[in-house]
């Protein structure tokens, strides 16, 4: 059993008040005082002692205490720069336990890596709610060695990571995360289990990374681990490049209530171009964004590239 010294409200109230600390609302400051969700974290996230672990927002190193005690190293980026005394002394008493100060989703790789011996493979985080969805798009996306996420988010934003086609939660943000990994556990996490107590519900959803076993979720939408950074396989040897995919993405999303035809055309598309490619996927062009799967977002990425390459 795993337990953080910091996960109950004695034990927060007191290091808060030894260094003068108060949660700050503008940081997104929710300290977690409930061990049993620390040890659902860890049993999620499966460490096995030999990990290197990123984490965004460590505040008071509640979680953080428990991740020293199961992965090799652990590594956190931290911007209140109030909370840097409390960050020193836990690096102090732990040797695998180092820490940033800065904005994560500004903190170069290089950075992460020089600060952590090695390059990180899980991601593990009570992350800020104002920033969740972005930094973890954004990690998946820069830094191809890492493998898996384990995240406490707001619980509307784990709904539309884990969102299903033709849902009102599925949209632009689901189908781009989709490309590098998929959903693999969730639980949920009540406002008391938190000081001060948030006025959201939460949740901590687990995503691991798309590979050549795990693609055939999406129809082979993938980043496996021997391709280059950047490009989705599909179909043979030939390749998408994602941001050609997130082009097709947002076009369609952009105007939801329209058809996927009129709303991509308004956003860039030929109208000729988008009807050869609907009919090689087989998507209907009377069709809406919400109700496509993955896979048709990459099957159209690559029919649009096809036709634009035989028009030349």
């Not at 860890?42 to 460590?58: H, K, Q, S, Y």
């Not at 505040?59 to 020193?88: H, N, W």
């Not at 170069?108 to 800020?128: M, Q, W, Y």
């Not at 599925?170 to 556990?185: D, I, M, W």
């Amino acid at each position: 059993m795993t337990i953080s010294p910091l996960a109950n409200f004695s034990a927060t109230r007191e290091l808060l008040d030894e260094f003068g600390l108060a949660a700050k609302h503008k940081f997104g400051q929710n300290f977690l005082v409930d061990n049993h969700v620390i040890e659902r974290i860890c049993e999620l996230a499966e460490l096995t002692g030999t990990e290197c672990v990123l984490e965004v927002g460590p505040g008071i190193g509640t979680l953080t205490l428990a991740l020293v005690q199961e992965a090799a190293r652990v590594v956190s980026i931290e911007m209140d720069t109030a909370l840097e005394p409390v960050l020193f002394a836990h690096a102090a008493d732990h040797a695998n336990f180092t820490y940033i100060m800065g904005d994560a989703l500004r903190v170069l790789d290089e950075r992460i890596e020089k600060a952590a011996g090695v390059v990180p493979t899980h991601f593990i985080s009570n992350l800020p709610y104002n920033v969740a969805a972005t930094i973890i798009l954004d990690f998946f996306e820069r830094m191809p060695a890492l493998k898996r996420a384990v995240v406490m988010v707001q619980k509307e934003v784990a709904d539309r990571i884990a969102a299903q086609p033709g849902t009102k939660d599925y949209g632009a943000y689901t189908v781009k995360l989709s490309l590098y990994a998929h959903v693999t556990g969730r639980f949920e996490v009540p406002p008391r289990c938190f000081m001060p107590a948030p006025h959201v519900d939460s949740a901590v959803i687990r995503l691991d990374r798309l590979t050549m076993e795990t693609a055939s979720n999406v129809g082979g939408a993938r980043v496996p681990d021997d391709q280059p950074k950047g490009t989705v396989p599909f179909g043979g040897d030939s390749g998408v490049g994602i941001a050609a995919v997130c082009r097709v993405v947002d076009a369609a999303f952009a105007q939801r209530r329209k058809t996927i035809r009129n709303s991509m055309s308004a956003n860039g598309f030929d109208k000729q171009a988008l009807d050869a490619a609907f009919e090689a996927c087989g998507i209907a062009p009377t069709s809406r964004a919400e109700t496509l799967s993955v896979s048709d977002f990459v099957c159209l990425a690559e029919a649009l590239a096809a036709v634009e390459a035989d028009g030349r």
